[in-house]
Nanobody, 127 residues
Framework: QLELVESGGGLVKPGGSLRLSCAAS????????IGWFRQVSGKVRVAVSC????????SYADPVKGRFTISGDNARNTVYLQMNDLKFEDTAVYYC????????????????????WGQGTQVTVSS
């Protein structure tokens, strides 16, 4: 069974950077879509970014465009989210997820298509 483990979260000042990792085990993810989502306590989980590991197609939510970069390392079976110029509004629990049924040049921004989820890593942006 595919297992996902997020890491790299923590406390950072505004303008700082963090790199989140999503390590997959049990199955290779180089033909799947991997998404990053975030959720503030009491609010809905929303998409941040995703990557189609088969063809490299990526997408970003408007609030993080130009600041966040998603990438993958197939040899390590790991996907990363580099977060730069962090803002208070980025504070959330960040989750990675895998959609095994995606098509080329596409990755879903919805929660429902994703089949596997990690447990999340907390990112707190505070001065």
């Amino acid at each position: 069974q595919l297992e996902l483990v997020e890491s790299g979260g923590g406390l950072v000042k505004p303008g700082g950077s963090l790199r989140l990792s999503c390590a997959a085990s049990g199955e290779t993810v180089d033909h799947y879509v991997i998404g990053w989502f975030r959720q503030v306590s009491g609010k809905v989980r929303v998409a941040v970014s995703c990557i189609n590991s088969y063809d490299g197609w990526t997408s970003y939510a408007d609030p993080v465009k130009g600041r966040f970069t998603i990438s993958g390392d197939n040899a390590r079976n790991t996907v990363y989210l580099q977060m730069n110029d962090l803002k208070f509004e980025d504070t959330a629990v960040y989750y990675c997820a895998v959609d095994v049924n995606s098509r080329a040049d596409y990755c879903s921004s919805l929660v429902s298509p994703y089949d596997h989820w990690g447990q999340g890593t907390q990112v707190t942006v505070s001065s």
